[in-house]
């Protein structure tokens, strides 16, 4: 008997130079101990999801991104959960401010060669090479647990 399934739109932001790249190590919550870009959940009221994105990305490390660009859709489904996380994720490499450590995120800066995937989500180490290639992409990742992909699909997409 299949479960109904229903959807939470969520937001990742990812600040790209043109070597290195601004993730947050996440110190509370969902994905706790891992390296990840900046982002959660969309509030009602909020019109758009880039701007439930830029709102998150300026709580968590007090940065302001005027635009943002759409890059990625992932659905992560967790077994046994009916509820599919849909995060749109976004990219820019023009910010105002400098990084600050928030409750929930403590930047830092890495090298495009040195991205941290054994301390990140599993999924990152096949969507992240196509961000840092400048692809858009859309994937969906099927969890057993928060460490084991079960199965995932994964395609490279013109745009969005
Ligand atoms: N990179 C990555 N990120 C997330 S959650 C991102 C969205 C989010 C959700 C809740 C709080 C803050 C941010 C993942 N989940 C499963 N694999 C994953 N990979």
Request: net charge negative; proline share 4%; charged share 30%.
């Amino acid at each position: 008997m299949c479960q109904a399934q229903s959807r939470k739109i969520l937001t990742l932001v990812l600040i790209r130079e043109s070597s290195r790249v601004l993730l947050g190590m996440k110190k509370r919550g969902f994905g706790k101990g891992n390296w990840n870009g900046f982002g959660g959940k969309v509030k009602v009221g909020e019109e758009t999801i880039e701007d439930g994105a830029k709102r998150e990305l300026l709580e968590e490390c007090g940065l302001v991104a005027p635009c943002l660009d759409k890059i990625g859709e992932l659905d992560f489904e967790f077994l046994g959960n009916p509820e599919i996380m849909e995060v749109h994720v976004f990219k820019t490499d023009s910010f105002e401010g400098i990084p600050a450590e928030s409750e929930e995120m403590h930047p830092r800066w890495f090298s495009i060669e040195r991205i941290p995937y054994h301390q990140m989500w599993p999924d990152d180490k096949y969507w992240f090479p196509l961000f840092l290639k400048g692809s858009c992409f859309k994937g969906h990742f099927l969890f057993e647990g928060f460490n084991k992909i079960i199965s995932h699909s994964l395609k490279e997409v013109e745009t969005f």
